[in-house]
């Protein structure tokens, strides 16, 4: 009696365990009739323990399972646990079709769960032709149009849409060209060259004017305040104090603290013939004229300073303004740039959009 119960107990605890272990294995076919060409979905389901390996059969595309029926392609295998993690479904589902009409009988598919083979029962497949009629076979129909597409606002909103963002942008754009190029900075930060000494600018001056002598033939006043100008501005740069505001008298008083009164004599004499001709309405010989020039001429070259040709460049400073508004129109030039990118990329998308729409 007492072995009974044991082996009761013993029963009812292995019980449970063989239903945990219990391997349950089905292949099923959504539909079993198809017409020649149809896909359906063939499924496989395996039951059994969370902890035992499953190897599903390896079908691949276009694989026969029979001389009738192939495989298409692998749908995908899902993995399921069941009664609280203690048992796991695996699905495995294939797209099959058929290109032969014939009553189909599929072999039973196998699995392995643990090194084990567990077949599934067999499927039958009716596969059907395509009727077609065979007595009135001049009867056929026409083609029929192309049909368009009905029209839809839908379609079309995104296309609006960026090309609403595109004008808007090219609106903000140009409004900032605008504002750029009305308050750009004339300033160009360039190396600069040598300055040209003050007698050399001189001499430049006087030569052109002896290239155009009718000045001193036919308007001498114009001829000598061309003359005393280039004097003045000579004795500006030359001696550092501002001849063009002076009188030729002051000129002359300045320049005696500087040198004798022999050495400016003929100086003296041109400005004095100078103030004649375009004050007192005073008419020069053409002779008197060159003399006069060559008097100039004189002065230059006595008084001139010759400038060392090995003489650094002066450096360039920057005003800290001047950098700030270089920022400033650099920072406006890249944000024009970005926008002018976003406007033309919205732009190209919506016509994108419209060409595959259209199509």
């Known amino acids: 009696m007492k072995q009974f119960k044991t082996f009761l107990i013993l029963l009812t605890a292995w019980m449970p365990l063989m239903g945990w272990s219990q ?14 060409g ?16 499953i190897k599903m059969p390896d079908f691949r595309p276009q694989q026969p399972i029979t001389e009738e029926v192939e495989v ?13 993690g203690k048992r796991m479904q695996v699905v495995q589902r294939y797209t099959i079709t058929a290109w032969d009409s014939a009553f189909v009988l599929l072999p039973p598919f196998s699995v392995k769960v643990d090194g084990k083979d567990y077949l599934s029962k067999q499927l039958a497949l009716k596969v059907l032709t395509v009727p077609v009629d065979t007595v009135h076979v001049d009867q056929f129909f026409p083609h029929k149009d192309i049909q368009d597409n009905p029209f839809s606002w839908d379609d079309w909103k995104p296309v609006i849409g960026f090309v609403i963002l595109s004008l808007i942008v090219m609106a903000v754009l140009f409004w900032l060209f605008k504002h750029w190029r009305e308050n750009k900075p004339l300033i160009q930060i360039i190396r600069r060259k040598r300055k040209l000494p003050a007698h050399q600018v001189a001499m430049n001056e006087i030569e052109r004017i002896k290239g155009e002598r009718k000045w001193a033939e036919e308007d001498s006043k114009e001829y000598y305040t061309l003359l005393t100008d280039i004097l003045r501005n000579y004795i500006r740069e030359r001696y550092d104090f501002n001849a063009m505001e002076m009188t030729s008298t002051e000129i002359i008083e300045r320049l005696l603290q500087e040198q004798d009164e022999t050495s400016l004599s003929e100086l003296r004499q041109l400005f004095q013939t100078a ?23 004189d002065f230059i070259n006595q008084t001139k300073i010759e400038v060392d040709p090995n003489a650094p460049e002066e450096e360039i400073i920057v005003p800290e303004e001047v950098k700030q508004i270089k920022a400033r129109s650099m920072t406006m030039k890249i944000i024009m740039s970005l926008l002018a990118t976003i406007a033309f990329c919205a732009l190209a998308y919506a016509i994108y959009i419209a060409i595959d729409i259209i199509r």
């Open 23 to 36: 391997v349950v294995f089905e292949a099923r076919i959504d539909t079993l009739v198809l017409i020649i």
């Open 275 to 297: 103030d004649l001709v375009k004050f007192a309405k005073w008419t020069t010989m053409i002779n008197e004229n060159d003399a006069n020039l060559v008097n100039a001429i």
């Open 38 to 53: 149809e896909q359906r979905e063939l499924t496989l389901d395996v039951t059994c323990g969370a902890k035992q390996k």
């Open 72 to 84: 298409v392609e692998l749908l995908g295998t899902d993995t399921t646990l069941l009664d609280e």
